[in-house]
């Protein structure tokens, strides 16, 4: 599902992002990706983006060879990755069931599924009563429910999660995470980039560690090989 | 790109219109005043072409002819003559016609200076062609030719005058296609950074759209739609006001100096607007797309 083979990326000066990093996440997989500030985690994020491209090593995402697509060929590689971010990053021009719908519409979707699948979306996450609302009259944990659901309604096979409780308290955290966890049941593979340890732990998960540039240590089951 | 996704674009394209309402305002505004001056130099131009081209047909070059030459040669010259591209047409003056318009021009009122020469025609030779030509760049070669024909004595040219005239062309159509084309390229940069800045107040939404893997041509779309209705707005306004004062123009000076008629002919209205019509709305749409194009190439990556 994702396979980064000896990737290297440097920025401008020789700072390094990513180091010689191998990493293989099979379908179905749920992998926390842990780490101090620069670690490496979001050039990491990055790359499995395409924001940046690998200065060595190759990238896989669903089988398709990342380093070679274009930017006519990226979309479609795209649609197979959710993503969610840490500042939510929802329109607030736009209500929330807009903001889900936006995702369908710009990937042209037929508007009859649009609607079927938004309101499936807002069930998921428990928000059909919201679906009016705008982003801004939700509270922290709401948004980042709505961007969820905003990062499933395509039904990518990948959802990257870029520090997706880093704004919230505890326990919405970990109501985030449950949703997360039920993505993954229902079988998208899932890597949440995260600081917050004790979610980690009380996930119990795969977790990766990265410090300088380089995986440090990829533990089967909530392992940690370094403490915040 | 589908139908339904065709008319998503160009609601979003009017949309960012609406939320930059004041950064389109300037941009119609700037396209406005280059297509209005635009237009004026075109009008300017093609009338004073068309001022010119009238001259042009009065520049006549005057062809003698040797003294035996037979009215047949004479005749045959003519055709010869006539048969040329640069030759509008062609006027005869026999040798009795040139000395009745000397009396006319020069003994009028003393008649009495002519009877001296009883039933002689002092301007027996001069028998005359005078050829007009279409344009008067063309004088010098006509010229050459003309004198090279057989039986043919002198040729009388307007050297000045044509020289003159082909040059004034020549340095209006340069400066005004100078003038012109810096301020299409004004009106351009303006319209892109117009563009750049709804690309800016829709940074977040493009960022949004790329994630979820929209292609480049539908995160792309409305702004070409932007800049193409910018241009499109901005190029018809100039287009009204300049029908009307065209109009106004014409018929006051028509109206006011109607003694340098046959001097001051203006084209039709017809004939400007067939031309600047289509040619300002081509140009508006032109700078709009160019305008959105140059604004993306740099500022839509994610």
Same mark, same amino acid.
């Given at each position: 599902?994702?396979?980064?083979? !000896?990737?290297?990326?440097?920025?401008?000066?020789?700072?390094?992002?990513?180091?010689?990093?191998?990493?293989?996440?099979?379908?179905?997989?749920?992998?926390?990706?842990?780490?101090?500030?620069?670690?490496?985690?979001? /050039?990491?994020?990055?790359?499995?983006?395409?924001?940046?491209?690998?200065?060595?090593?190759?990238?896989?995402?669903?089988?398709?060879?990342? !380093?070679? &697509?274009?930017?006519?060929?990226?979309?479609?590689?795209?649609?197979?990755?959710?993503?969610?971010?840490?500042?939510?990053?929802?329109?607030?021009?736009?209500?929330?069931?807009? =903001?889900?719908?936006?995702?369908?519409?710009?990937?042209?979707?037929?508007?009859?599924?649009?609607?079927?699948?938004?309101?499936?979306?807002?069930?998921?996450?428990?928000?059909?009563?919201?679906?009016?609302? !705008?982003?801004?009259?939700?509270?922290?944990?709401?948004?980042?429910?709505? &961007?969820?659901?905003?990062?499933?309604?395509?039904?990518?096979?990948?959802?990257?999660?870029?520090?997706? /409780?880093?704004?919230?308290?505890?326990?919405?955290?970990?109501?985030?995470?449950?949703?997360?966890?039920? &993505? !993954?049941?229902?079988?998208?593979?899932?890597?949440?980039? /995260?600081? =917050?340890?004790?979610?980690?732990?009380?996930? =119990?998960?795969? /977790?990766?560690?990265?410090?300088?540039?380089?995986?440090?240590?990829?533990?089967?089951?909530?392992?940690? &090989?370094?403490?915040? | 790109?589908? %139908?339904?996704?065709?008319? +998503?674009?160009?609601?979003?394209?009017?949309?960012?219109?609406?939320?930059?309402?004041?950064?389109?305002?300037?941009?119609?505004?700037?396209?406005?005043?280059?297509?209005?001056?635009?237009?004026?130099? +075109?009008?300017?131009?093609? *009338?004073?072409?068309?001022?010119?081209?009238?001259?042009?047909?009065?520049?006549?070059?005057?062809?003698?002819?040797?003294?035996?030459? $037979?009215?047949?040669?004479?005749?045959?010259?003519?055709?010869?003559? $006539?048969?040329?591209?640069?030759?509008?047409? @062609?006027? +005869?003056?026999?040798?009795?016609?040139?000395?009745? #318009?000397?009396?006319?021009? +020069?003994?009028?009122?003393?008649?009495?200076?002519?009877?001296?020469?009883? #039933? #002689? *025609?002092?301007?027996?030779? $001069?028998?005359?062609?005078?050829?007009?030509?279409?344009?008067?760049?063309?004088?010098?070669?006509?010229?050459?030719?003309?004198?090279?024909?057989?039986?043919?004595?002198?040729?009388?040219?307007?050297?000045?005058?044509?020289?003159?005239?082909?040059?004034?062309?020549?340095?209006?159509?340069?400066?005004?296609?100078?003038?012109?084309? %810096?301020?299409?390229?004004?009106?351009?940069?303006?319209?892109?950074?117009?563009?750049?800045?709804?690309?800016?107040?829709?940074?977040?939404?493009?960022? @949004?759209?790329?994630?979820?893997?929209?292609?480049?041509?539908?995160?792309?779309?409305?702004?070409?739609?932007?800049?193409?209705?910018?241009?499109? @707005?901005?190029?018809?306004?100039?287009?009204?006001?300049?029908?009307?004062?065209?109009?106004?123009?014409?018929?006051?000076?028509?109206?006011?100096?109607?003694?340098?008629?046959?001097?001051?002919?203006?084209?039709?209205?017809?004939?400007?607007?067939?031309?600047?019509?289509?040619?300002?709305?081509?140009?508006?749409?032109?700078?709009?797309?160019?305008?959105?194009?140059?604004?993306?190439?740099?500022?839509?990556?994610?």
């Amino acid at each position: 599902m994702i396979k980064m083979e !000896n990737v290297s990326m440097t920025y401008a000066k020789d700072i390094v992002g990513i180091s010689n990093v191998s990493l293989h996440v099979e379908k179905g997989d749920f992998v926390f990706v842990v780490g101090k500030s620069g670690s490496g985690k979001s /050039t990491l994020m990055k790359l499995l983006l395409k924001e940046l491209d690998p200065t060595s090593g190759k990238i896989y995402i669903n089988g398709e060879f990342l !380093n070679d &697509a274009t930017r006519k060929t990226l979309p479609f590689i795209r649609r197979k990755i959710g993503v969610v971010f840490q500042d939510f990053r929802l329109l607030e021009d736009r209500s929330v069931y807009e =903001n889900i719908a936006f995702a369908q519409k710009v990937i042209e979707v037929p508007a009859v599924d649009i609607k079927k699948n938004v309101l499936k979306m807002l069930s998921m996450v428990g928000l059909l009563d919201k679906y009016k609302s !705008n982003p801004k009259e939700l509270s922290g944990g709401e948004q980042q429910r709505v &961007a969820i659901a905003r990062a499933l309604v395509n039904s990518p096979d990948i959802l990257l999660c870029d520090e997706p /409780t880093g704004n919230l308290d505890i326990v919405t955290s970990e109501e985030i995470m449950k949703l997360l966890k039920l &993505a !993954n049941d229902q079988g998208t593979t899932v890597l949440v980039v /995260t600081h =917050n340890l004790d979610i980690v732990q009380q996930m =119990n998960m795969r /977790t990766i560690t990265m410090s300088e540039g380089k995986i440090i240590s990829d533990m089967a089951k909530g392992g940690l &090989a370094y403490e915040d | 790109m589908k %139908i339904n996704s065709a008319g +998503y674009q160009i609601r979003q394209g009017f949309k960012n219109i609406q939320r930059n309402k004041l950064f389109s305002i300037a941009s119609i505004a700037t396209i406005a005043a280059c297509i209005f001056l635009f237009g004026v130099f +075109y009008s300017l131009v093609s *009338n004073f072409q068309f001022m010119m081209d009238n001259a042009e047909k009065q520049i006549a070059v005057t062809v003698f002819f040797d003294e035996d030459t $037979s009215e047949d040669r004479v005749k045959a010259i003519g055709d010869e003559i $006539s048969a040329r591209s640069e030759v509008n047409r @062609i006027e +005869y003056t026999s040798p009795e016609q040139a000395w009745t #318009d000397f009396q006319g021009q +020069y003994f009028e009122g003393k008649e009495y200076l002519a009877e001296g020469f009883k #039933d #002689d *025609n002092p301007l027996a030779n $001069s028998g005359s062609y005078s050829v007009y030509l279409n344009e008067a760049a063309a004088q010098e070669g006509l010229v050459t030719y003309i004198e090279g024909l057989d039986g043919v004595r002198q040729v009388n040219r307007n050297n000045e005058v044509a020289k003159n005239l082909a040059t004034g062309a020549r340095l209006v159509e340069y400066v005004a296609a100078a003038i012109i084309i %810096i301020l299409l390229a004004v009106a351009v940069f303006l319209i892109t950074n117009t563009i750049v800045l709804g690309i800016t107040v829709r940074k977040d939404e493009i960022s @949004i759209m790329k994630y979820v893997g929209a292609t480049d041509s539908f995160v792309n779309a409305p702004f070409f739609v932007e800049g193409i209705v910018i241009g499109l @707005i901005g190029s018809a306004i100039p287009l009204v006001v300049l029908f009307f004062l065209y109009k106004q123009i014409v018929s006051y000076t028509m109206g006011h100096f109607s003694v340098m008629k046959g001097i001051l002919d203006f084209l039709p209205t017809g004939r400007v607007f067939a031309v600047l019509i289509p040619v300002s709305l081509i140009l508006g749409l032109a700078i709009g797309a160019l305008g959105s194009f140059f604004a993306l190439r740099k500022h839509s990556n994610v």
